[in-house]
């Protein structure tokens, strides 16, 4: 599949997917970087063609063929410190004689179509459905026994390309590596944008869009989580692109620890980025390998909207197991409407008034367990409060079932309370530094998962609590990030590795036990969206999206999220009002509306709750309960939003709206925030749907594609603030 027809060609490797190609030159048969990302293209001969690239006061190779370059100015696959590279680096090397430097030189490569993973990192479910694969691995050396290979993957029926790195050790003495790259990519010098996903508790992944400028820009986490901060991200655009047009170039890490995610221009305003594990330092011994995560890498000229669809059609096909999302049930939980005061008697009464609403499944959360009466406490004891729950978890779920709904039960396996029988027992479980007292967060500790003994332990305690529960949906929750992280079972040389070794113990923890109970929905919920990415979403079909529950603030959450996770992963609860995170109330056709495009459910005690109230709420779960499957498969669509206005003036700029185009239907949502007065008619323009006529089931109206795409939906002019409308459009003929 390499390409090179003449002596004075480099060497290419050309990779394709449906609808890019990536195209890497081994320049002067010495060094390895990209010539192409783009729209597939087979101008093999065009892109072959060589080119001398030097500039003053640079350091310069001259090559076989009589070629000058400088490193500096070559888009390397992975930029090491040495052979003169100036700008920033994919990784940092330390060897036993202090050198610092190493230059990566080719030494060969091979085409397959098995795709090579990372060991023990979730990158591509073995029964994925992106149909045929082309895999290249690069074979580098550098100085000192250091061997690198660089693995990538296309898949015919998929628009992502995967990348990783493994490490070797082919020397006689040990060497470190610190915070390596999953993927970097040098791009051609333009006007860029960075856009990236910020945030902090009950404010996750929000949308920021600055200036590509010089220097390397850099967001990153380092409490072993990805965090409430950031995720693993990042995307460069063509200024101005939106969500329908302009070029995106994105990539995003599946790992769920400490992660970076660069980008930056070079000293010649070429483009950059990168990203990979952060605060590691791992000593690779003689023999030894390391494996760098998974990146997915998008490139994209239809904008963002384009990159969402590439991502989202990643996670349906190659990541959430097979089958895992249908037939989501309308959930339930217990937490915004009891808090810690849970018991049978009370389970029971709100399982009674929990099945006129359209709930399925009731999620018992936290407080049902040990002594635990608020968040200081029990953590790690996971033996049921036989006063609050006589029956035992059995009866619990037996009380649940009796008004028809499923069972589901929460637990922070992760973690532990400092007065709690496993920490008094297992202190040398516990994840801190043996010479400092551990910082406290929430009131609790973080068990080591780098020891496999706390893994078979955590195995044994959440299978026998699925067992006497009947279980089956659990939500994992992880409350803390991990400050002074130092393991007990680790050696010194291995410290530095602490952090990454708990998420593989993770990986591990959740692999066994998602094969043992293939049952049951393993949702996923870290404080909220603290931990939601593309490696955990191998094992959680749902996830917490976020612990801020009013719907206004959910809007911008929810549509962050949606960068990268498909909608019907991320879970979105009506809550009651005032909301009890901000004391904001919004009306209750809003609240169900701002949750139908994702996983419909409830967090509010439907006894407090108005009659006319809890007639809206069930007429969202009807909704939902007829068109989950279809909406599970639909290509969602931004309309509104930071990343592109689809919506009038720029008056209503803070307008959030969103399609789902399903297989029959398209459902549209609208979401206006402060009603104005004398407000204009306005239009909601609904872009790139499939030709044909579409039937509005509200009014009967008709529309066609190209009235829908060039003038929109009218949209009610707001009576009141936090209005929200929707359409549900039948494909009609
Ligand atoms: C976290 C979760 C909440 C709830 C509480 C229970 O904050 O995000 O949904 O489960 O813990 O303590």
């Avoid at 669509?637 to 919506?647: I, N, Q, Y």
């Avoid at 004398?678 to 009967?700: E, H, I, K, M, N």
């Amino acid at each position: 599949m390499e390409h090179k027809s003449t002596a004075s060609q480099d060497l290419l490797l050309p990779l394709h997917s449906n609808q890019t190609s990536y195209v890497l030159a081994v320049v002067g048969g010495r060094y390895v970087t990209q010539r192409y990302w783009g729209q597939a293209t087979e101008s093999l001969d065009a892109l072959a063609a060589v080119t001398s690239d030097t500039a003053p006061y640079l350091t310069t190779q001259t090559l076989a063929d009589g070629r000058t370059l400088s490193l500096d100015r070559l888009p390397l696959e992975y930029p090491t410190l040495g052979a003169g590279r100036l700008g920033p680096t994919a990784c940092t090397t330390r060897f036993s004689d202090g050198a610092r430097t190493t230059r990566l030189e080719y030494r060969g490569h091979s085409y397959g179509t098995q795709p090579e993973l990372p060991v023990g990192m979730p990158l591509l479910r073995p029964d994925h459905e992106l149909g045929g694969a082309t895999c290249l691995r690069v074979e580098l050396v550098g100085t000192r026994g250091l061997a690198l290979q660089l693995h990538y993957a296309t898949f015919d029926n998929a628009a992502v390309l995967l990348r990783w790195a493994r490490f070797v050790n082919h020397s006689e003495e040990p060497f470190a590596i610190t915070d390596p790259a999953a993927a970097w990519v040098g791009l051609p010098a333009a006007d860029y944008e960075r856009v990236y996903l910020a945030g902090r508790w009950a404010h996750e992944r929000q949308v920021l869009r600055a200036p590509l400028v010089s220097g390397l820009q850099r967001i990153e986490s380092s409490g072993g989580a990805t965090g409430h901060q950031g995720s693993p991200f990042v995307a460069v655009c063509a200024s101005g692109a939106d969500e329908q047009q302009g070029r995106v170039y994105a990539a995003a890490l599946s790992y769920s620890g400490n992660y970076w995610a660069a980008a930056g221009c070079n000293q010649y305003d070429a483009a950059e980025l990168g990203l990979g594990v952060a605060k590691l330092e791992t000593t690779l011994l003689p023999g030894e390998s390391f494996d760098t995560p998974g990146a997915v890498l998008v490139h994209s000229d239809a904008g963002f909207g384009g990159m969402s669809a590439a991502y989202h059609d990643f996670v349906r096909r190659g990541v959430t197991p097979r089958g895992a999302r249908a037939g989501r049930r309308v959930v339930i939980n217990t937490w915004e409407a009891m808090y810690f005061d849970v018991s049978e008697h009370n389970t029971a009464a709100f399982a009674e008034q929990a099945t006129p609403l359209g709930a399925e499944l009731l999620v018992l959360d936290d407080g049902w367990f040990s002594q635990r009466r608020d968040d200081t406490s029990s953590l790690g004891d996971w033996d049921t409060n036989t006063e609050r729950f006589p029956a035992g978890l059995g009866g619990a779920q037996q009380a649940v079932g009796r008004h028809g709904l499923d069972f589901g039960i929460w637990m922070e396996p992760e973690m532990v309370s400092p007065d709690s029988r496993l920490a008094t027992e297992h202190p040398d479980w516990v994840l801190g530094d043996p010479q400092q007292p551990a910082a406290l967060g929430r009131g609790q500790l973080i068990l080591d998962l780098a020891n496999p003994e706390v893994i078979d332990h955590l195995i044994g305690e959440v299978g026998r609590v699925i067992r006497e529960s009947q279980a089956t949906h659990v939500k994992w929750d992880m409350n803390r990030n991990m400050s002074d992280a130092y393991s007990r079972a680790l050696t010194p040389e291995q410290q530095g590795e602490a952090m990454h070794r708990y998420i593989l113990g993770l990986y591990r923890l959740l692999g066994q036990l998602t094969t043992e109970f293939p049952q049951v929905t393993f949702e996923g919920c870290a404080g909220g969206g603290g931990r939601i990415d593309l490696a955990l979403a191998h094992f959680h079909p749902r996830f917490w999206t976020s612990d801020m529950t009013d719907a206004y603030e959910r809007l911008e959450i929810q549509y962050g999220s949606t960068l990268v996770m498909p909608p019907e992963l991320l879970g979105a609860h009506v809550s009651t009002v005032p909301n009890h995170q901000i004391g904001r109330s919004t009306p209750a056709r809003t609240r169900v509306l701002a949750a139908l495009a994702f996983w419909y459910g409830f967090e509010l005690d439907p006894a407090r709750e108005t009659q006319a109230d809890r007639e809206i709420y069930a007429w969202g779960a009807e909704l939902f309960r007829r068109h989950r499957d279809e909406m599970a498969e639909a290509r969602f669509v931004r309309l509104a939003g930071t990343l592109g206005a689809a919506v009038g003036s720029g008056r209503r700029a803070a307008d959030r709206a969103w399609m789902l185009v399903g297989a029959k239907h398209v459902f549209v949502f609208w979401f206006a925030v402060l009603a104005e007065p004398d407000s204009v008619p306005r239009f909601l323009r609904l872009p790139s749907l499939p030709a044909g006529w579409y039937r509005d089931q509200a009014t009967g109206l008709r529309y066609d594609a190209a009235l829908l795409g060039s003038r929109g939906l009218a949209l009610d002019p707001p009576q009141h603030d936090y209005a929200a409308q929707h359409w549900i459009l039948e494909r009609a003929e």
